[in-house]
């Protein structure tokens, strides 16, 4: 039989992986557990092109045993966690097992890569960097935790469809602990603060994995408005740090800052405004700077760079204002799937507010959060299957506001603009604070849904 290569998982990640492997001429199989519609779709595609796919193949040991003289070596989606037992059990026979991101940096790390992590702000940080490198004639491309997989992008590579000088990858923990060999040219953390411990068990573990790739980068850019991170500043290898308050005492180490009159600053010049950036949040505030050192490290000129944060627009799916109606802003803000993120968009909004919350439940404090409930919203719809859960924290703290669980999201934005309307809402704000999962694929899936729910609702209105 011929050696093959095991991709685990039909995700976009395994989807790729599986791909660019057989476009190499490696045989190829794929695991998955799962068997849904889009699932046996995705499987009938990759079986035409001679990729074998094995739907409800749980990733278990005995699944691998018939496969165990020919399996030259494995790949693993970011959705399954670099311990599981399984994959202890397969390494410890000598089983290579490697990560989707390792695959794709064997292939492009010529290429200057761009290596954004964090908890929050990573995917407005890689787009607006993107769009400066973009708009100022450096060829870059996007990829890993956001839009296409980074597979993907080392196949269009490899057919010389696109030839870019940066990959701009965002990457998230689950991809960086399964590929610990990535060296950026300019490594960026945005910030840390509690999410995925249910995987990584402790914020220690969760922080080395980010880590990591800093320290393997060749220019490190740091936020010190994170407390995390400017606690930690002795501990961390030297770097470029931004912040968006005006540099003091306390933060003297910072390289770029906002001054008193709202000027981009380093090196005692002033830059420019920060009325030059349209997107609403002190988070965004945070962005920019980060976008603006990375563009000073790769050489764009000041002016330049003011030019395109003049002409950024923003993400979807973050804080993103879908529609207006009847004095009610209405803003899609599924990418919050932390109770961070959460704060973040509940404190960059007009309150009074209508919140529509829930999903799949994640680990995490939610005091914060409450705390920016009672200040932001007067009524909050839950939905999903995390909807129980939230309900009992937000009754526990006193919450006045009015509170109401539902099915799923459909509902929510019925109920929510019924509440919006009686109670004269300044905003209704789709803000989940938890995964997707429970009845999407991704949170850009929850919020097209969402989008398409207003947008229907309007129609009948």
């Known amino acids: 039989m011929k050696s093959s290569t095991v991709v685990i998982g039909l995700g976009r990640s395994g989807i790729g992986a599986a791909n660019l492997l057989n476009n190499e001429n490696n045989h190829v199989i ?11 779709k995705s499987a009938t595609e990759l079986n035409k092109i001679g990729i074998k796919v094995k739907i409800n193949t749980a990733l278990e040991f005995k699944n691998f045993e018939p ?18 037992p399984t994959l202890k059990q397969l390494r410890s026979i000598g089983i290579q097992i490697k990560g989707e991101i390792s695959l794709a940096w064997e292939r492009m790390n010529n290429l200057k890569w761009i290596g954004i992590t964090g908890t929050n702000g990573k995917t407005t940080v890689t787009h607006m960097i993107n769009h400066i490198l973009r708009s100022n004639g450096h060829p870059a491309e996007m990829a890993g935790n956001v839009g296409r997989s980074a597979a993907d992008l080392a196949l269009e590579i490899k057919h010389e469809k696109i030839k870019p000088e940066y990959l701009v990858m965002e990457l998230s923990s689950y991809q960086l602990e399964a590929a610990t060999e990535i060296s950026p040219y300019i490594g960026i953390w945005t910030n840390l603060t509690e ?11 969760y922080s080395n994995i980010k ?10 850019i740091y936020n010190a408005d994170d407390g995390y991170l400017r606690e930690n500043y002795s501990r961390l290898n030297p770097g470029i740090w931004v912040t968006s308050l005006e540099k003091r005492n306390k933060n003297s180490f910072v390289d770029y800052w906002i001054n008193k009159d709202g000027f981009v600053c380093t090196k005692g010049i002033e830059i420019f405004h920060t009325s030059s950036l349209k997107l609403r949040g002190k988070h965004n505030l945070q962005n920019m700077m980060i976008a603006v050192a990375t563009a000073h490290a790769i050489g ?18 973050r804080l993103e204002r879908i529609y207006t109606f009847k004095d009610i802003e209405i803003y899609n803000d599924s990418k ?8 973040v968009g509940l404190n960059s909004i007009e309150a009074p507010a209508i919140l529509l919350a829930g999903g799949k439940s994640k680990e995490g404090d939610p005091s914060d959060w409450i705390k920016a409930l009672k200040k932001q919203t007067i ?38 603009m019924k509440m919006a309307l009686e109670k004269k809402s300044k905003t209704l704000l789709l803000s989940p604070v938890c995964a997707s999962f429970d009845q999407y694929k991704s949170f850009e899936d929850r919020g097209n849904h969402f989008r398409e729910l207003i947008k229907s609702y309007l129609e009948i209105v």
């Open 211 to 220: 880590k990591n790739m800093i320290d393997n980068s060749k220019i490190r």
């Open 30 to 40: 794929v695991f998955e557990k799962d068997n849904n519609d889009e699932i046996c």
């Open 300 to 317: 764009i000129k000041n002016e330049s760079i003011k030019q395109s944060i003049l002409s950024f627009e923003g993400v979807a799916h």
């Open 336 to 343: 919050a799937t932390n109770f961070a993120s959460g704060v």
């Open 67 to 84: 496969l165990l003289p020919i399996i030259e070596s494995i790949i693993v989606s970011p959705s399954i966690p670099w311990d599981h």
């Open 379 to 416: 009524g909050i719809i839950l939905f999903g299957e995390s909807a129980q859960l939230l309900i009992k924290s937000i009754k526990q703290s006193g919450y006045k506001g009015k509170v109401e669980c539902c099915k799923d999201l459909a509902q929510a934005v019925t109920l929510g």
């Open 195 to 205: 999410d995925h411990l249910e995987r990584h068990k402790t914020m220690e573990n």
